[in-house]
Each structure stands twice: as structure tokens, then as C-alpha cells.
């Protein structure tokens, strides 16, 4: 049974059966939805926060969602030290500045790379923020309660990714 821990790859289907559990137990003990997007403006107003001192304040975003430490925080955390077991338990842990699919299309510059991931990073976050939660919200949470909202958020993001796959990548 614990060799599922340590394969290179998960089941999809166990994987997905998963995360819907998660997405009960959120429901059933915090009645919360499951969602990651919150959990770094929070973070981001702690930071802010620290370096500005009463700024935090004033701004009225930061009234809605108040920066501290929440489940969601820590699920946050959770996932990125699960990520870290996983890929150790399974032998695939390596550090890598430029993963081969980008370097065969546009080469193998850490600084490019850096430059790719930041832009995506601030594009997700602003859309994420837009559409008024992130993908795992829409695509989890906001499909298990059949909000047509988010059933469309998903539909437009599928969308998206595909066309971004053949116009980046030339896939065919």
C-alpha cells in the first residue's frame, strides 16, 4: 500500500477523489471553500505589514481580508512540503532553473525563465483576484456547489491554457 507514496506518478483518479475529500473536510469542519489565492494576499499584508507600518490599515481590501496566519495559510504550506516529500520519496527531487520543455523553445536563460515565471505569477494572481478566487476555488469548490460562475471561470481557463499550449509551444 505505501508504494503509492513513493511512485513517480499518481493516479489521477486517486489524486481527484482526493482533493474532493479535502474539499468536504473544508466544507464540514471550517465551512470554507478550498482555495489557495487568499492565503498569499494575506501573507502579502503581513509582509507589507512588517515594512509599513500602519499602511496595512488603510487600505480597505485588507478589511475583507484580514493578513494572518488561517487554515488556508497552512494549506498552502502543506502543499509545498507535501510537494517536497513526494517528489524526495518518489527519487525525482532535482532543482532546476529551466525545465527542458522551456529550454527547447525559447533556451536555456535562467534570467528568461525568471522573467516567464514571474510575469505568469503576477497575470495569475491578478486574475485570480479578478475572477474572485483561483483555480483550485473555481475548479474544486466552486464546481462542487454547481455555481455556474465558476463552472464558466473553469470552461474560459481549460480554454485558455490550451490555446497558450499551441501558441507557446507549438503543440499540434
Avoid at 82 to 96: D, K, L, P, Q, R
Avoid at 111 to 119: I, K, P, S
Avoid at 130 to 147: D, K, V, Y
Wanted: charge should be positive; charged fraction near 10%.
Amino acid at each position: 500500500m505505501l508504494e503509492i507514496l513513493t511512485a513517480e506518478q499518481w493516479s489521477p483518479y486517486i489524486a481527484g477523489a482526493g482533493i474532493g475529500v479535502l474539499s468536504w473536510i473544508s466544507f464540514a469542519f471550517a465551512d470554507k471553500p478550498l482555495g489557495c489565492s487568499t492565503s498569499y494576499l494575506r501573507a502579502f499584508g503581513m509582509i507589507r505589514g512588517t515594512f509599513k507600518k500602519g499602511k496595512r490599515e488603510d487600505n480597505p481590501y485588507y478589511e475583507k481580508f484580514v493578513p494572518g496566519i488561517d487554515w488556508q495559510v497552512m494549506l498552502v504550506l502543506g502543499i509545498i512540503i507535501g510537494a517536497f516529500i513526494s517528489a524526495w520519496t518518489s527519487g525525482i527531487f532535482a532543482i532546476s532553473m529551466v525545465p527542458d520543455m522551456f529550454a527547447v523553445r525559447f533556451g536555456d536563460n535562467a534570467l528568461l525563465r525568471a522573467l516567464f515565471a514571474a510575469a505568469g505569477g503576477i497575470l495569475l494572481g491578478f486574475g485570480a483576484r479578478f475572477a474572485g478566487g483561483c483555480t483550485s476555488g473555481h475548479g474544486i469548490s466552486g464546481i462542487t456547489q454547481m455555481n455556474i460562475t465558476s463552472i464558466l471561470t473553469v470552461v474560459f481557463m481549460f480554454a485558455g491554457g490550451i490555446a497558450t499550449a499551441f501558441v507557446i509551444y507549438g503543440v499540434t
